[in-house]
């Protein structure tokens, strides 16, 4: 992944016992690092996508037009699942 994305901060996935449902984390430290992410990873993102079932994205911060817009792009290519943008708001 670092090698994909050299600036992501880290990139994290936790399973549940039944290994029925995950959740994966990942930090950028800006938009730039999170547009090429999604840039580099876009075949990846769709196949994915396609395999399992997404049941939402949540994006803490701000990641830009470009982000939003691609990400909603897949949710409408595969189940429609809802993508919320949390925006910093204290500390």
Do not use: C
């Amino acid at each position: 992944m670092k090698a994909n994305v050299p600036r992501l901060v880290s990139f994290d996935v936790y399973v549940d016992e039944a290994r029925t449902e995950a959740t994966s984390i990942y930090v950028h430290p800006d938009v730039e690092s999170f547009e090429q992410h999604m840039k580099l990873a876009a075949t990846r993102i769709d196949r994915g996508a396609q395999l399992v079932s997404v049941v939402r994205i949540d994006v803490y911060g701000d990641p830009g037009e470009r982000v939003v817009e691609r990400l909603l792009q897949v949710s409408e290519a595969t189940n429609g699942f809802p993508v919320a943008v949390k925006h910093h708001f204290y500390g």
